[in-house]
């Protein structure tokens, strides 16, 4: 037993390592005043204060968000309420049906997502820009959401509703004071999915989006097919901390409401 | 019934886009496969697919797929094992997913740099007498990068059903006298399957449509399903050629996704069990 423990933590530190080598490479040379990520001259902070002068560059980083958001909220209320109608559907052959055609986004190719938004906004005249990005995303963020929060709701025992039910509960309450409050780590890891999945989408959007309009992950692709940038290495370190600090927040709050919601679930 | 009206009152958007996002696309993609450029109707799309040029182009972004399938569940299931066995599991699995929060062209941008003629390995296997390797636009490199990528993707699947496990199904196992290489091949691997089929599901197919990596990491040297319907769309402009590739792809997914299939009931029923 001992042995494998040994075993397990040095494989398991190997792909740590080599999960964020490439993280910490990029942000390392972000403070390299010479030009290249091969030989580090000397420390310097000229990087990071070029994307803070680049406005264009900042828009877009904005930009990025809040699709990013926006798409992962609304993408998390359609898909708590689908995943709730497909728990109350009565027909078995309808409802595995459903699933079906709820998980063909999920396992379709990126690009032939892209593709056949880029035709389908075409054909319905959406402008190509933000709101065909933001549309896009919502699109594919929903069958995540369902998902996730599927698994939680077939958890629930029926009989919590019937018996709110007959304690006078409204439809109402029974939906925010029962199934919601009971659901609630699927949609939170639903909607930290859907956001995931915005924030690193390239291929969908590089489809969908026109001129005018641009998230991080294109720019970030014709700004590397250009060649090295520094600006980038930057950008990495940046995204980095934020992507930490959100993440520390996420565990901090999870782990809150882990306490009581993990008693009522493991009886 | 009042009850079950208002509730799908509720749900009418997520059927809408089913409706709308699901179902129109595939039959745009069906529909624009048959037209030529001029947009008359056409075969000439399909006759073109049976071509040598895209056969070989199928047949070799498969084999693509499959070796970083492979690759990826070969790393990702010990990982996803011994994750399992940490003291803060759900912290670690945290620090598994951060990179893959990391946008993916940040990440396939750092290995330019790393793989570079004057990157880091470079230099290291200088170190050792050997000369500078191309290792960018390598087959290796792409695949490299590629299993980089999805690694978090099958982990994750992997560890759900791992840490779903009963572990007094192993304590039994060991106890009636199995090895632990049959505990894990009889007990642990098989009511694991899940996960696995879920991780290969989501590592095969958007290997099989890279086209991104393919441009930055391989150079246009590997040319993917992917990277035909990119060029067929926004390059060439060929929409109906575009998507007949997209058509085949399409029905490739629905066989690998019957082959990973989940049997639902088996799952849902062990979890019941429990």
């Known amino acids: 037993m001992e042995k494998t423990s040994k075993l397990a933590k040095i494989y398991l530190a190997l792909v740590f390592i080599i999960l964020y080598a490439p993280i910490f490479y990029l ?30 560059l900042i828009m877009i980083l904005i930009n990025t968000v809040i699709v990013a958001l926006l798409s992962a909220l609304i993408a998390t209320i359609i898909g708590v309420f689908g995943a709730l109608g497909i728990v109350f559907m009565r027909n078995k052959s309808l409802r595995s049906s459903i699933l079906s055609l709820n998980n063909v986004l999920i396992v379709s190719p990126d690009v032939v997502i892209g593709a056949s938004f880029l035709i389908l906004f075409t054909m319905i005249g959406v402008k190509l820009g933000f709101a065909s990005v933001l549309i896009s995303h919502i699109a594919f963020s929903i069958p995540i959401v369902v998902l996730m929060v599927l698994p939680k709701l077939q958890e ?36 930290f999915m859907a956001l995931t999945y915005s924030l690193d989408d390239f291929a969908v959007t590089f489809f969908v989006t026109g001129n005018g309009f ?5 720019e970030i692709y014709s700004m590397a097919r250009a060649g090295i940038t520094l600006t980038i290495n930057a950008l990495t ?27 009522g679930v493991r009886k | 019934m009042q009850n079950k009206n208002s509730k799908s009152i509720y749900s009418v958007p ?28 056409t075969l000439d799309n399909y006759k073109n697919f049976f071509t040598s040029v895209y056969l070989k182009l199928t047949l070799s972004s498969f084999w693509y797929a ?66 500078e390797q191309q ?90 399903l992917g990277t035909a319907i990119e060029q067929q769309f926004l390059v060439t402009q060929n929409w109906g050629m575009g998507s007949t590739i997209a058509v085949f792809l399409i029905i490739f997914m629905v066989i690998i996704m019957i082959i990973t299939g ?13």
Do not use: C
Request: glycine share 6%; proline share 4%; aromatic share 16%.
């Open chain 2, 66 to 131: 499959f070796l970083i399938t492979l690759f990826s569940l070969i790393i990702a299931y010990p990982t996803a094992y011994f994750l399992t066995k940490t003291k803060h599991k759900q912290l670690w699995l945290l620090l598994i997913i951060i990179p893959s929060w990391i946008n993916l062209l940040l990440k396939t941008y750092a290995f330019i740099g790393i793989f570079g003629l004057s990157g880091p390995i470079n230099a290291f296997l200088q170190v050792f007498g050997i000369s």
């Open chain 1, 156 to 191: 629930m025992n029926s009989s919590l509703i019937d018996a709110a039910a007959d304690l006078g509960a409204t439809r109402k309450d029974i939906l925010t004071r029962v199934i919601i409050p009971f659901i609630k780590p699927g949609i939170f890891v639903g909607f």
């Open chain 2, 262 to 274: 989940q049997r639902e009931k088996g799952a849902t029923s062990y979890g019941k069990n429990k």
């Open chain 2, 135 to 224: 290792i960018l636009f390598t087959d290796f490199s792409f695949i490299f990068v590629s299993v980089y990528i999805f690694i978090p993707f099958m982990i994750l699947p992997i560890f759900n059903s791992l840490d779903k496990l009963n572990p007094s199904l192993i304590d039994a196992s060991q106890d009636l006298g199995a090895s632990s290489w049959t505990t894990f091949s009889k007990v642990i691997f098989p009511l694991t399957i899940n996960g696995v089929k879920a991780g290969v599901q989501a590592v095969f197919i958007p290997s099989l449509s890279l086209f991104m990596i393919t441009r930055l990491i391989a150079g246009n040297k590997v040319i993917t």
């Open chain 1, 214 to 218: 641009t998230t991080l992950s294109v």
């Open chain 1, 237 to 263: 370190g940046i995204i980095f901390v934020v992507t930490l600090l959100l993440v520390i927040g996420y565990y901090f709050i999870s782990q809150r409401g882990k306490k009581p919601v993990g008693l």
């Open chain 1, 27 to 56: 942000i390392l040379y972000s403070f390299n005043s010479g030009g290249t990520m091969n030989s580090f001259d000397s420390f310097t902070w000229e990087h990071y204060a070029a994307v803070f002068s680049d406005t264009r």
């Open chain 2, 14 to 41: 997520y059927f809408v886009w089913i409706l709308l996002f699901v179902i129109a696309p595939i039959a745009l993609i069906a529909y624009y496969s048959f037209l030529d450029l001029s947009g008359n109707f």
